[in-house]
Nanobody, 117 residues
């Protein structure tokens, strides 16, 4: 089992910045990918950004250039630096931990990000 503890959400004005953190604990497999997804009511959860254990990244087109994902493997923690926030970034953001090729796929409880115009 893997537990994910998220922090850093909140309310910010458009153009502002927030940093999300997600710390994984439990049965951590070294070869894992971590990422951030977001969801608004009535819509499917969508990928924001993800990062492999080796540091490879990919981003949703809507956030590329504004958001940066990073990780600290020693702390089993992933970060999402969000800059130039827009009202359309408002959502619940979920941390994800997955070991490719296995059944290990875990989600955090979600953290609310609200961007006011």
């Amino acid at each position: 089992q893997v537990q994910l503890a998220e922090s850093g959400g909140g309310l910010v004005q458009a153009g502002g910045s927030l940093r999300l953190s997600c710390a994984a604990s439990g049965s951590i497999s070294r070869f894992n990918n971590m990422g951030w997804y977001r969801q608004v009511p009535g819509k499917q959860r969508e990928l924001v950004a993800r990062i492999t254990y080796g540091g490879g990244t990919n981003y949703a087109d809507s956030v590329r250039g504004r958001f940066t994902i990073s990780r600290d493997n020693a702390k089993n923690t992933v970060y999402l630096e969000m800059n130039s926030l827009k009202p359309e970034d408002t959502a619940v953001y979920y941390c994800n931990f997955v070991v490719p090729g296995s059944t290990m796929n875990y989600w955090g409880q979600g953290t609310q990000v609200t961007v006011s115009s």
